[in-house]
């Protein structure tokens, strides 16, 4: 069986020069952005285990990776 759920995904990211933008990973493909407050992208996904990272981009340039999570999906 194999049916689709939507998940919301949200971050909560800061930087003193300011977020130009923040990407979703989820396994290993980038699933969506976002350019403004609040971070979050709901995501339709298969069940199973599934590992998700963010990226973070600030307006000097700067790219910043978060750490790696996992998550199972009934």
Do not use: C
């Not at 939507?6 to 930087?15: H, Y």
């Not at 069940?47 to 990776?65: S, V, W, Y």
């Amino acid at each position: 069986r194999s049916t689709q759920g939507t998940i919301t995904l949200q971050a909560e990211v800061s930087d003193a020069a300011g977020i130009s933008r923040v990407e979703w990973w989820v396994d290993g493909q980038q699933v969506g952005n976002n350019t403004q407050m609040p971070y979050s992208y709901p995501i339709s996904i298969n069940p199973g285990k599934h590992r998700i990272f963010i990226k973070i981009f600030d307006l000097a340039g700067n790219e910043t990776i978060s750490s790696e999570f996992d998550f199972e999906v009934d």
